[in-house]
């Protein structure tokens, strides 16, 4: 008889060597170049197509309700959505979302962009990257302007906005009641970066203001999402993608607005300077929404 302990030592390393994805042929690698690499059978195994969502029909949704909320990444269960801010030693493999979503957007992987959460206003590539550059000339600059001279290129300041000024994530998303299957789900349909406004980057932190950068439409992200992983704290040889991250919710938030027939106002429009009660608030929605499963089969 093979011993209990034995047995589950045995599930676990096969669990832990069956799917190396962020470090693939680490421990065969005779020289650094070929940690990454994947044979064959892992090309062919390794499939990068997000999964699917179901069909659902109008018919079927019996509640919904439409929320926006802030995922700060302050907090530290949003880390892996922040981190890392610098890649330069990392290799190509670890990247912040910042930078994913930056980077397909410049490759054209990721086209439905737009200025606001009602997606009716696209943005250009173009229009992305103005928003996320400030250029100033300094007052040595002027001076030769005035002079009737070329400004010198280091008079001039270039700022751009990076991961690492990355406050926040917008995300708007439906919950809805699914009668055909009983049970309350939840769409991601809209994704944002929040950073302070690039022009005021050097001001006391206290002086900046949060503005929207571009609000991307999920699903037409979701590819390129499902290609990049998340590191994993407890398993670095089981990453997690951010498509898997963001649709299962693995994240913490507050909702800031929910839909309502004043125009969708935001809850600090119709609670002022009162963080207490905004945050009280927020979870109140919360459990409207949570609670109308359970009172489904209550009643």
């Known amino acids: 008889m093979i011993p209990k302990h034995s047995f589950l030592f045995g599930c676990l390393m096969v669990l832990m060597t069956s799917?190396?994805?962020?470090?693939a042929n680490l421990l065969n690698a005779r020289v650094p170049q070929e940690v990454g690499q994947l044979n064959e059978q892992q090309l062919e195994a390794n499939d990068e197509s997000p999964l699917a969502y179901g069909y659902v029909d109008d018919?079927?949704?019996?509640?919904?309700?439409?929320?926006?909320?802030?995922?700060?990444l302050d907090e530290r269960i949003n880390f892996p959505y922040y981190y890392p801010t610098d890649t330069l030693n990392l290799g190509p493999d670890r990247r912040s979302l910042f930078d994913v979503l930056k980077?397909?957007?410049?490759?054209?992987?990721?086209?439905?962009?737009?200025?606001?959460?009602?997606?009716?206003?696209?943005?250009?590539?173009?229009e992305i990257l103005e928003s996320l550059v400030s250029i100033d000339t300094l007052d040595a600059g002027y001076e030769q302007l005035n002079a009737g001279e070329a400004v010198d290129p280091?008079?001039?300041?270039?700022?751009?906005?990076?991961?690492?000024?990355?406050?926040?994530?917008?995300?708007k998303g439906t919950w809805y009641f699914n009668k055909r299957l009983g049970e309350l789900k939840y769409r991601l349909l809209g994704i944002c970066?929040?950073?302070?406004?690039?022009?005021?980057?050097?001001?006391?932190?206290?002086?900046?203001?949060?503005?929207?950068?571009?609000w991307i439409w999920f699903p037409d992200a979701r590819t390129t999402l499902n290609q990049n992983k998340v590191f994993n704290a407890r398993n670095?040889?089981?990453?997690?993608t951010f498509d898997v991250m963001l649709n299962?919710?693995?994240f913490n938030s507050i909702i800031y607005k929910e839909e309502n027939v004043y125009e969708d106002r935001e809850i600090k429009d119709y609670i002022f300077e009162d963080a207490l009660r905004q945050l009280l608030e927020s979870e109140r929605i919360k459990s409207v929404?949570?609670?109308f499963e359970q009172d489904m089969w209550n009643n």
């Open 19 to 23: 799917n190396l994805w962020s470090q």
């Open 59 to 72: 018919r079927d949704v019996l509640w919904s309700k439409t929320i926006w909320e802030i995922i700060d």
């Open 103 to 126: 980077r397909d957007l410049r490759r054209g992987k990721i086209k439905e962009v737009y200025k606001s959460a009602y997606f009716q206003e696209k943005l250009t590539y173009q």
């Open 154 to 171: 280091q008079y001039i300041s270039r700022r751009n906005i990076t991961a690492a000024e990355i406050r926040q994530y917008r995300v």
């Open 193 to 214: 970066p929040v950073a302070p406004d690039v022009n005021f980057l050097d001001a006391p932190e206290e002086e900046q203001d949060l503005v929207e950068l571009f």
């Open 236 to 240: 670095s040889s089981q990453p997690i």
């Open 248 to 250: 299962s919710r693995r």
């Open 289 to 291: 929404i949570r609670d």
